[in-house]
């Protein structure tokens, strides 16, 4: 599938290409950003494989794996990544994920992107149902499922071997239909009517 990007108020969400090299690794290399994913802190190498695999996947049809860029509108800073990826698509079925250099967190960065990616699941890759994970300790994520409207749905006991450990996974859903109730809710108390 062809993909154009995705704008929100404060942020662009595009491809990746060649020239954000740099940018992914300033964040993907530092052990605290990473502290909670499967990969990292990456070396160089890392970050051009990473680079390449997502360049790669923009022309596979059909594409199953989504891997964005999200940059600043204000100042076209890349600031991290979020991404979405089929994983079952007689199932509908999809996961979603992102990181973000450090010194942008707790900016509403990732909530915003990761409710467009969610959009992005359910209107143009007609999805039904959009899963995440993660670490129990990685409260800042669990808040950020929340606020986009996952439910949680349990634990997953040793749920992944990351890093020669296992780790057990906090698991987060939305439906389709609950995404469009939220919506819907969402733009009636954006509309304020005056009698």
């Not at 979020?82 to 909530?111: F, L, M, P, R």
């Amino acid at each position: 599938m062809f993909f154009n990007t995705i704008e929100t108020d404060r942020l662009i969400i595009r491809e990746f290409n060649e020239d954000d090299f740099k940018s992914i690794h300033a964040y993907a290399s530092k052990p605290e950003v990473i502290m909670y994913l499967p990969f990292g802190p990456n070396s160089e190498m890392d970050t051009h494989i990473f680079l390449k695999k997502v360049i790669d996947y923009q022309t596979l049809n059909p594409r199953y794996d989504y891997e964005f860029a999200v940059v600043l509108k204000q100042n076209n800073i890349l600031i991290g990544a979020c991404g979405i990826h089929v994983t079952n698509i007689n199932n509908k079925e999809g996961s979603i994920g992102y990181c973000y250099d450090k010194q942008y967190w707790g900016n509403g960065y990732a909530s915003e992107s990761s409710d467009a990616i969610i959009n992005f699941g359910f209107e143009k890759l007609n999805l039904h149902r959009i899963f995440a994970t993660c670490h129990p300790d990685n409260i800042a994520s669990a808040k950020v499922m929340e606020k986009i409207g996952m439910i949680k749905e349990g634990r997953l006991r040793e749920h992944k071997l990351q890093k020669g450990k296992w780790r057990d996974s906090f698991l987060y859903s939305i439906l389709d239909y609950e995404y469009n109730v939220k919506s819907y809710i969402i733009h009636q108390q954006e509309c304020k009517y005056t009698p």
